[in-house]
T-cell receptor, first 112, second 113 residues
Framework: DVKVTQSSRYLVKRTGEKVFLECVQDMDHENMFWYRQDPGLGLRLIYFSYDVKMKEKGDIPEGYSVSREKKERFSLILESASTNQTSMYLC???????????FGPGTRLLVL | QKEVEQNSGPLSVPEGAIASLNCTYSDRGSQSFFWYRQYSGKSPELIMFIYSNGDKEDGRFTAQLNKASQYVSLLIRDSQPSDSATYLCAVTRSGAGSYQLTFGKGTKLSVIP
């Protein structure tokens, strides 16, 4: 079974803090993704990585950056957290030769 | 930007009935189509995917695809209260981002015992 884990289920941070969200997958998947999910807006792609040290902007990259130093780990960084970044953050991964994405359990982030 | 449209619901069906969930998409180049189920407070989990026009069955679930009409549907037979969840339709993006998915906002299904 594919297993995608995220470092925290719930996180509370202050405005202006630098926030790190980590995602780890154990299936040797090439591709990894970060989404945020908000009521009424659905799932929106923030960034993705198609291989180690490679990254591409998604639909809403502003205010975020990512890091992928190892194949199994993909980190999302909020450089200076703002209240409008309060959201559910979901990581996903997939095999490079296939299209099905598998999701982690999500991190619910509250920025005060 | 390419879009995926779903009726937000809620869709209420009695236990044992057939639930029909619909999805339309705007990207004519989309090749693969996915249905995810998401329980409240949980992450999406894949139910099934379909690539070819027609029907694909997996247990109580049937996905239907009509590329000419840009329409995907999910039928759930013998609906159970445990099927109550939000169902997300997702399609692959054409072109360079073909391994990216565009998600609909989801349809909330409620199965009434």
């Amino acid at each position: 079974d594919v297993k995608v884990t995220q470092s925290s289920r719930y996180l509370v941070k202050r405005t202006g803090e630098k926030v790190f969200l980590e995602c780890v997958q154990d299936m040797d998947h090439e591709n990894m993704f970060w989404y945020r999910q908000d009521p009424g807006l659905g799932l929106r792609l923030i960034y993705f990585s198609y291989d180690v040290k490679m990254k591409e902007k998604g639909d809403i990259p502003e205010g975020y950056s990512v890091s992928r130093e190892k194949k199994e780990r993909f980190s999302l960084i909020l450089e200076s957290a703002s209240t409008n970044q309060t959201s559910m953050y979901l990581c996903a991964s997939k095999d490079g030769g296939k299209e099905t994405q598998y999701f982690g359990p999500g991190t619910r982030l509250l920025v005060l | 930007q390419k879009e995926v449209e779903q009726n937000s619901g809620p869709l209420s069906v009695p236990e044992g009935a057939i639930a029909s969930l619909n999805c339309t998409y705007s990207d004519r180049g989309s090749q693969s189509f996915f249905w995810y189920r998401q329980y409240s407070g949980k992450s999406p989990e894949l139910i099934m995917f379909i690539y070819s026009n027609g029907d694909k069955e997996d247990g109580r679930f049937t996905a239907q695809l009509n590329k000419a009409s840009q329409y995907v549907s999910l039928l759930i037979r013998d609906s159970q209260p445990s099927d109550s969840a939000t169902y997300l339709c997702a399609v692959t993006r054409s072109g360079a981002g073909s391994y990216q998915l565009t998600f609909g906002k989801g349809t909330k299904l409620s199965v009434i015992p």
